[in-house]
């Protein structure tokens, strides 16, 4: 069993629309939890963290599940610009970044946001 | 500041042949990762460091070296490529002991071993 595990997409959604992605994760014993984003041909760049009481950035909502070790990032009124990789990221680590170990990533769920 | 750089950013190699990419960063970080990242694969790291003169294998480190002499630079060696060795690499760095949500990434460097 991959250790994170995402839907790879394609998911093509009109603009404006409100998309939702899910990741589940198989080792409980991870601390920490992020949504990374990655443009096309570019690095990865952390979009936000997840905490278990669930935390908010403007158009994206992100919620933990612990207990049934899922993850969720909800992304509302879709821009253009919103189209990218989206990268579910764990680590055992209460530091982001996985303290010593690094970061272990999910596949990515590609997001085009049609016009 | 320029973050983190890393060169070459395109390198065609043939099978058997040596090369080192190089990574740099100015933020003073601590810590400092090499990741590769094949087709519809997440990122998988290689090695990393938590520190000068120190390093670490993570979980694909067959075929591959590192040395971090510096501080600032960290680098990963093919001593002898092989076509699987075919990827994308990223570097990555942060400060050590932080909260701070974020490891910093290279631009990447484009390997193809024909």
């Known amino acids: 069993r991959k250790e994170v595990e995402q839907d790879p997409g394609p998911f093509n959604v009109p603009e404006g629309a409100t998309v939702a992605f899910n990741c589940t994760y198989s080792n409980s014993a991870s601390q920490s939890f992020f949504w990374y984003r990655q443009d096309c041909r570019k690095e990865p760049k952390l979009l936000m963290s997840?905490?278990?009481s669930g935390n908010e950035d403007g158009r994206f909502t992100a919620q933990l599940n612990r207990a049934s070790q899922y993850i969720s990032l909800l992304i509302r009124d879709s821009k253009l610009s919103d189209s990218a990789t989206y990268l579910c990221v764990v680590t055992l680590s209460m530091y982001s970044g996985g303290g010593a170990d690094g970061l272990t990533f999910g596949k990515g769920t590609h997001l085009i946001i049609q016009p | 500041n320029a973050g983190v750089t890393q060169t070459p950013k395109f390198r065609v190699l043939k099978t058997g042949q040596s090369m080192t990419l190089l990574c740099a960063q100015d933020m003073n970080h601590e810590y400092m990762y090499w990741y590769r990242q094949d087709p519809g694969m997440g990122l998988r790291l290689i090695h990393y460091s938590v520190g000068e003169g120190t390093t670490a294998k993570g979980e694909v480190p067959d075929g591959y070296n590192v040395s971090r002499l510096k501080k600032q630079n960290f680098l990963l060696g093919l001593e002898s490529a092989a076509p699987s060795q075919t990827s994308v690499y990223f570097c990555?760095?942060?400060?050590?002991?932080?909260?701070?949500?974020?490891?910093?990434f290279g631009p990447g460097t484009r390997l193809t071993v024909l």
């Open positions: 997840v905490y278990s």
């Open positions: 990555a760095s942060k400060p050590s002991g932080s909260m701070d949500n974020e490891q910093f």
